[in-house]
C-alpha cells in the first residue's frame, strides 16, 4: 500500500511539465478566442444597457472660524481638518437630504456628493453629480444653502463662504468607454481559460515526457520518434495536401529518420534474442500513429536487407495502401479482407522506392471481420508466411475501439504498443498493456510516438546538428542505409 501511495506521488510531482501545459493551451486556442469574444460581446451589451450619464456641478468655498478675513487664513488651518469631517458628517445626513429634497420639490435625493480638501488650505471643493446638468445645478445650490443652515445650527463660531460659483455642466462626468470595457473583459477572459486549461492539463495523467513514459508505464521503452512537421511548406499546407512519412519520403528531418532507425535496431533485437517473427503494431486509440510507425519499422528493417511482410490487418480503418500511395488501378483483387473471407491466395505488393518491402494491403473498411473461419485462415496465412520471411509486422485496430485487436494479438508473437506524447492516460495504458499480456503476443515494448521537443527544454542537438549543415536533407533523398552500404565494400575492398 505504501509503495503504491509512493508511486501515485511520483507521478504528481512528474505531471508538473510547463511545455506540456503549455501545448494543451494553446490546442484550445479556439475555445479562448471564443470565451475572449463573448466575454467581451457580453460586456459591450450590459455597459450600454445599464449605462446611467451623469452630470458633475462643482463648488469651492472656504471654511474657518466667524470673523473670518485674509488676515486670519493661518488660524483657520489648524481647525480646517475638524471642520471639514464635521461638514462632511452634515452633507452625508439624512436630515440634509430630506431638507434639498423638500425644497426642490423631489421624491428622492438622487445625487452623490462629495467633499474634499484642497492640501495645505482651509478651501474645501463640494461636487455634486446627478443626471442631467440642471439637477446638479439646482442641487449644489440647495446643498450650499442647507449646510450653510445646519453648520449654523450645529456647530459654533464657523464661516463658509463660497469663492467659486457652481456652474451648470455641459459635458457628462462619466463618458462611456465601451471599448475599454470590451477589452478589459476580454483580457479576463482569456486570462480565466488560460488558467482553467492549466489546471486540467496539470490534473491530467498522460504521459508529457519521456521520464514520466518510463516512470508510469508498465513496458520497457524501445524507442521515441519526434514530431515532424507534415507540411514544409506553405503551398502544401494551403493545397491541404498531406505528405507521407514513410522514411523513403524526400524531405523528412535526420533526427526523424534516424529515430525510426534505432527503433528498429532495439525491436530487432528483441524479437532475435526471444526468437519471434510475426510482431503487431497496435495503439490505445486511434490518431496516435501507430499504422505509420508499423510502415517506417517494416521499411527499416528491410533495408537492413532482412525479408519483411508488411499486413494491414486494420480492417476497420486501413491506411497501408495510403501510406505507400497505392494507385487506384492496383487496389482492385488485392483486399486482404475480401480475400481472406473468400479463402483465396493472398496477393503480396511490393513497397517502398527500393521494392525490397513486401505488403499485404488492406483497402476496403470491414465490420465483424474476424469470425473464427476467418481467425483460422488468417493464422494459416501467417504460419505459412513465417516459413519464408524474417519477420512479419502486423498492423491492427487500436485495442480500445475494436475487439478484434485482441483475436489478432493471439495470432502473433509479440506486440508493440504505440503511445502517442500527452494523449492517452497512463491508466488506460498499462490496461491496454495487461490485456496484450493476457494474449499470445506479449508486450515487447512501448514507442514513444509524435514527441515535441525544444518549446522551454531540451531538444535534439545531433538532429539541429545534421540539419544546420544540410546533411538530413540527402539523407533522406539519395538513402542513408545504401550509401553507408557502398561506402563500407569500398573501404574492405582498399583494405584487401
Known amino acids: ?101 423638500e425644497k426642490l420639490g423631489l421624491e428622492s435625493f438622487d445625487a452623490d456628493v462629495n467633499i474634499s480638501v484642497v492640501e495645505a488650505s482651509n478651501l474645501m471643493t463640494l461636487t455634486v453629480k446627478a443626471k442631467s446638468p440642471m439637477l446638479s445645478y439646482r442641487m449644489i445650490h440647495a446643498v450650499m444653502d442647507e449646510v450653510t443652515v445646519l453648520s449654523g445650527e450645529l456647530m459654533e463660531n464657523i464661516s463658509v463662504r463660497v469663492i467659486q460659483e457652481p456652474a451648470v455642466p455641459m459635458e457628462v462626468s462619466n463618458p462611456l468607454n465601451v471599448k475599454k470595457e470590451m477589452k478589459m473583459a476580454a483580457m479576463l477572459g482569456v486570462i480565466a481559460m488560460v488558467f482553467i486549461f492549466a489546471v486540467l492539463s496539470y490534473n491530467k495523467d498522460t504521459v508529457k515526457n519521456e521520464d514520466e513514459m518510463n516512470k508510469k508505464i508498465d513496458a520497457r521503452l524501445l524507442g521515441t520518434i519526434y514530431h515532424e512537421r507534415k507540411h514544409k511548406t506553405l503551398r502544401s499546407w494551403l493545397k491541404k495536401q498531406i505528405p507521407s512519412l514513410c522514411i523513403d519520403s524526400p524531405g523528412l528531418s535526420f533526427g526523424y529518420v534516424e529515430s525510426v532507425k534505432m527503433l528498429a535496431t532495439r525491436v530487432q533485437r528483441q524479437l532475435d534474442k526471444e526468437g519471434k517473427k510475426i510482431l503487431l503494431v497496435t495503439s490505445v486509440s486511434e490518431n496516435e500513429g501507430k499504422s505509420t510507425v508499423a510502415a517506417n519499422l517494416a521499411l527499416a528493417l528491410a533495408r537492413e536487407d532482412h525479408s519483411v511482410i508488411l499486413v494491414d490487418c486494420d480492417f476497420r480503418k486501413p491506411s497501408q495502401y495510403k501510406i505507400f500511395e497505392l494507385p487506384e488501378k492496383d487496389r482492385k483483387q488485392i483486399d486482404l479482407g475480401l480475400l481472406l473471407r473468400s479463402k483465396e491466395p493472398v496477393k503480396i505488393k511490393t513497397a517502398g522506392i527500393e521494392k525490397k518491402l513486401k505488403v499485404l494491403f488492406s483497402v476496403k473498411p470491414h465490420k465483424r471481420m474476424m469470425s473464427r473461419e476467418v481467425t483460422e485462415y488468417l493464422e494459416t496465412v501467417l504460419n505459412a508466411l513465417k516459413k519464408v520471411t524474417d519477420y512479419i509486422i502486423v498492423d491492427s485496430s487500436p485495442m480500445a475501439l475494436v475487439a478484434e485487436s485482441e483475436v489478432i494479438a493471439n495470432l502473433a508473437d509479440a506486440s508493440l504498443l504505440v503511445v502517442q506524447q500527452d494523449v492517452m492516460e497512463a491508466c488506460y495504458i498499462n490496461d491496454t498493456i495487461d490485456q496484450l499480456n493476457r494474449t499470445k503476443g506479449k508486450v515487447l515494448g512501448c514507442v514513444y510516438n509524435n514527441v515535441r521537443a525544444g518549446l522551454i527544454g531540451k531538444s535534439r542537438e545531433y538532429g539541429h546538428y545534421y540539419g544546420k549543415y544540410g546533411y538530413g536533407y540527402d539523407y533522406s533523398r539519395y538513402g542513408y542505409y545504401g550509401k553507408k552500404t557502398k561506402q563500407s565494400n569500398q573501404s574492405k575492398k582498399q583494405e584487401e
Open 1 to 101: 500500500m505504501q509503495e503504491k501511495q509512493k508511486k501515485i506521488s511520483e507521478n504528481r510531482e512528474l505531471q508538473w511539465d510547463i511545455e506540456s501545459i503549455i501545448r494543451d493551451v494553446l490546442r484550445q486556442w479556439w475555445v479562448i478566442l471564443l470565451v475572449a469574444i463573448a466575454a467581451a460581446a457580453l460586456t459591450g451589451a450590459y455597459v450600454k444597457m445599464t449605462y446611467q450619464p451623469q452630470y458633475s456641478a462643482t463648488t469651492t468655498f472656504v471654511v474657518g472660524k466667524s470673523g473670518f478675513s485674509s488676515n486670519t487664513a493661518a488660524d483657520n488651518l489648524n481647525s480646517a481638518k475638524s471642520m471639514t469631517e464635521r461638514l462632511s458628517q452634515i452633507m452625508q445626513s439624512s436630515i440634509l437630504k430630506e431638507r434639498v429634497c
